[in-house]
Nanobody
Framework: QVQLVESGGGLVQAGGSLRLSCAASGRTFSIYTMGWFRQAPGKEREFVAAIAWSADTTLYADSGKGRFTISRDNAKYTVYLQMDSLKPEDTAVYSC?????????????????WGQGTQVAVSS
């Protein structure tokens, strides 16, 4: 099993920044990809970004390209999502997820483990 705990959410004004963190524990050696997803009220969970655990490869949804940056610290088993130039439409619960099959993916079904999520609210 892999446990994931997110932190760093909060309330920010439009144009501001937040950095989310996701700490992994347990069978971390089985992780190939870490991803971030978000779910706004009344909407489906959507992909935000993903990063390979042991390679310099990333994947971004169009909504975050140029504004969001995903990174990792292998020594701390932690993945980050730096979010800049935030917009009110970025308001959502952000969750991290871990996949164990060897590829990057934007598909929810690929990810086996999920965190509880952290709330991000962007005011206009």
């Amino acid at each position: 099993q892999v446990q994931l705990v997110e932190s760093g959410g909060g309330l920010v004004q439009a144009g501001g920044s937040l950095r989310l963190s996701c700490a992994a524990s347990g069978r971390t050696f089985s992780i190939y990809t870490m991803g971030w997803f978000r779910q706004a009220p009344g909407k489906e969970r959507e992909f935000v970004a993903a990063i390979a655990w042991s390679a310099d490869t990333t994947l971004y949804a169009d909504s975050g390209k140029g504004r969001f940056t995903i990174s990792r610290d292998n020594a701390k088993y932690t993945v980050y999502l730096q979010m800049d130039s935030l917009k009110p439409e970025d308001t959502a619960v952000y969750s991290c997820a871990a996949g164990t099959v060897g590829r990057l993916s934007s598909l929810r079904d690929y990810y086996r483990y999920w965190g509880q999520g952290t709330q991000v609210a962007v005011s206009s």
